[in-house]
C-alpha cells in the first residue's frame, strides 16, 4: 500500500542532493579565492560549508589574514556566517614551497603572460617582435626575434612594469635583416582605441598610478593629466603613452607632480 511518506521521500532525498550540491559549489568558490589570493594560497586554511554556515580552520601569520578570510567567505552568495576558527600564530611558517605550481600560481602566471603579450601587441613594436612570452611563478622569459635594440629593451620594459612580474629574462635576438627599418603603422589609427589602449597600459603596469592619469587623444596627438608620485613615474608614463601603436606625439604639460 502506498503513503504519504513514502511520497515524501524521494523529494526529501532531492532536496538533500540539490543543498548538498550547492554547498559544494560554495566551498570550492571560497577556497579558490583562497588559492588566487597571495595572501592565503600559501597558509593551509581550510573550509566546510553547512546550511550557509562557512566554517574556517587552518593557521594564519597574523590577524588580517585571518579577516581577508573571513571576508571572503562572506562575500559567496548564499553565505549568511562565517565561523572563524583559524589560529594566528606569530611564528607561523608557510608550507615548503613544491616544485609543482599550485592553482594560483598558474593562474597569476598565465595572467601575467596575456598581459605582457597584449602590451606588446598594442606597442608600436608589434609589427618588429616575434617575441614569446612564457611566466612561471612571475619570473618571465622573452624568446624570439626583433630587429632592434630599442624594440628588445621596450619589450623587456613593458614586461618588467607589469604587475606581479619578479625578473624578466630578455633573450630576445636582435636580427640584422630588418635593423634600422621604419616602424610602419597602416594609416592613422583611431583616437578612441589609442585612449583605450594607453588607459590599459598604465592600468595593467605597476610602476604608473594609472587611475591618477586621464587620458585624452586627438588625430593621434595623447594628452596626459593628473598628478604623479615622483618624476620617474612621469616619465614611465610619458614613455609608455608615447609607444602606444598610433600614437603621433604625447602631451604632457598637464600631468604634473
Known amino acids: 500500500m502506498f503513503n504519504q511518506n513514502q511520497k515524501l521521500q524521494p523529494i526529501a532525498a532531492a532536496a538533500i542532493t540539490s543543498r548538498e550540491v550547492i554547498e559544494a559549489r560554495q566551498e570550492s568558490q571560497i577556497w579558490t579565492t583562497f588559492a588566487l589570493s597571495p595572501y592565503l594560497r600559501t ?5 566546510s560549508v553547512r546550511e550557509g554556515k562557512a566554517t574556517l580552520t587552518g593557521n594564519v601569520a597574523d590577524g588580517v589574514n585571518k579577516d581577508l578570510a573571513k571576508q571572503i567567505a562572506l ?3 548564499g553565505i549568511k556566517s562565517v565561523e572563524n576558527n583559524i589560529e594566528v600564530q606569530a611564528n607561523y611558517v608557510a608550507p615548503v614551497q613544491s616544485e609543482k605550481r599550485s592553482f594560483g600560481e598558474m593562474i597569476e602566471d598565465a595572467t601575467i603572460t596575456s598581459t605582457v603579450k597584449s602590451k606588446m601587441i598594442w606597442s608600436r613594436y608589434a ?8 611566466t612561471t611563478r612571475g619570473r618571465v622569459i622573452l624568446a624570439g626575434t ?3 635594440e630599442e624594440a628588445r629593451d621596450f619589450a623587456g620594459k613593458l ?6 612580474v619578479r625578473s624578466v ?5 636582435i636580427t640584422s635583416a630588418k635593423a634600422g627599418s621604419p616602424v610602419t603603422e597602416g594609416g592613422d589609427i583611431a583616437d578612441g582605441w589609442i585612449t583605450t589602449k594607453v ?16 587620458v585624452s587623444t586627438h588625430s593621434g596627438i595623447v594628452k596626459l593629466s593628473g598628478k604623479m608620485g615622483n618624476g620617474a613615474e612621469r616619465a614611465l608614463a610619458i614613455e609608455l603613452a608615447g609607444n602606444v601603436r598610433g600614437v603621433k606625439s604625447v602631451d604632457s604639460s598637464s600631468l604634473s607632480m
Open 43 to 47: 597558509t593551509d586554511v581550510a573550509v
Open 75 to 77: 562575500s559567496v552568495e
Open 127 to 134: 609589427d618588429r617582435l616575434s617575441a614569446n612570452v612564457d
Open 146 to 148: 626583433t630587429d632592434s
Open 159 to 164: 614586461a618588467t612594469s607589469t604587475h606581479g
Open 169 to 173: 629574462d630578455n633573450q630576445l635576438v
Open 199 to 214: 588607459k590599459s597600459t598604465f592600468m595593467f603596469s605597476s610602476n604608473v598610478p594609472g587611475s591618477d592619469i586621464s
